[in-house]
């Protein structure tokens, strides 16, 4: 009695283990959290950047026969620091498909390892003359993501305001 016992037990126990499998395949559960697009959070306000150090980075190459000269994208890429984080999106929008007049490359970093630059936005408007012109910055603008409590989901034109950075109800400058 007590072997038929231990066997019923043994294949219950079989059963209920194969029941368990079974659901596991049919009803996933994510054990991650779920990633966020942060280029879908808002950008509520933004900072220009100078455009005078801009042009000094691109310098004089808009006027030569190197290919990075004439491509929006590849001159946005040329002079904004691209760093090593966990999301990265780069978007170029043009005015038309063919001999564009106007352009606008937007780049959307998020990762970095500090509380107070979780990520950032920076646009680049680009505009030319004709279709053979080369294209020059008009604007250019960034915005950053707070990792602090509160301001995680838009981008803001400070690093994290300052009411985030208050410890203990003392702010830091």
């Known amino acids: 009695m007590r072997r038929e016992n231990r066997v019923h037990s043994a294949s ?3 059963w209920l283990l194969g029941l368990a499998v079974l659901l596991c395949f ?6 991650e959290a779920q990633d966020v697009d942060p280029a879908m959070f808002p950008v509520l306000s933004y ?5 005078g150090a801009i042009h000094a980075l691109v310098g004089d190459s808009g006027k030569s026969e190197e290919g990075w ?3 929006p994208l590849r001159i946005a890429l040329r002079i904004h620091p691209v760093a090593d984080v966990k999301f990265l999106n780069i978007r170029q929008k043009r005015d038309r498909s063919e001999c564009a007049l106007h352009a ?10 500090d ?7 920076t646009q680049y408007r680009f505009q030319r003359k004709g279709c053979k012109a080369i294209w020059k910055i008009t604007e250019a603008r960034e915005a950053f993501l707070c990792g602090m409590e509160g301001h ?9 305001p ?9 702010g830091r400058p």
């Open 12 to 14: 219950k126990r079989a």
């Open 26 to 31: 049919l009803c996933p559960v994510e054990m």
């Open 47 to 51: 900072r220009p950047l100078d455009l």
């Open 69 to 71: 000269a004439a491509d």
């Open 104 to 113: 606008v490359v937007t780049i959307v970093e998020e990762g970095f390892l």
């Open 115 to 121: 509380d107070q630059m979780r990520g950032r936005w």
């Open 152 to 160: 995680q989901n838009v981008f803001l034109k400070e690093l994290c």
């Open 162 to 170: 300052s009411e985030s950075r208050s410890v203990s109800g003392e």
